[in-house]
């Protein structure tokens, strides 16, 4: 059993900038990140692979999110830049026991408890 931690939610602007941690309590394999809006499905952000060689990332957030991994700290991070009203959502990390980019919920195994981002105008 894997336990994922997230933090650095919080409000921002418009524009600005949050960085997102997770820190596992074991070994994860592909790692991502999901988000979740009031009244809306639970939808893929971005992915990464155990060694952090290859990545993917949702249309709406490419060229502003960043996802990145220190396996010796055990912890995944997303960069999130000019970020949009439309971002706003609860965040949630997501560890699978699988290898190879995952982009839908059912892949993964573990998911941590969320984090809130909320932008404003």
């Known amino acids: 059993q894997v336990q994922l931690v997230e933090s650095g939610g919080g409000l921002v602007q418009a524009g600005g900038s949050l960085r997102l941690s997770c820190a596992a309590s074991?070994?994860?394999?592909?790692m991502g990140w999901f988000r979740q809006a009031p009244g809306k499905e639970r939808e893929f952000v971005c992915s990464?692979?155990?060694?952090?060689?290859?990545?993917a990332y949702a249309d709406a957030v490419k060229g502003r999110f960043t996802i990145s991994r220190d396996n010796g700290k055990k912890s995944v991070y997303l960069q999130m830049n000019s970020l949009k009203l439309e971002d706003t959502a609860v965040y949630y990390c997501?560890?699978?026991?699988?290898?190879?980019?995952?982009?839908?919920?059912?892949?993964?195994?573990?998911w941590g408890q969320g984090t809130q981002v909320t932008v404003s105008s």
């Open positions: 990464i692979t155990a060694r952090g060689s290859s990545t």
């Open positions: 997501a560890a699978s026991k699988l290898m190879g980019l995952l982009t839908t919920t059912s892949g993964y195994d573990y």
């Open positions: 074991g070994r994860t394999f592909t």
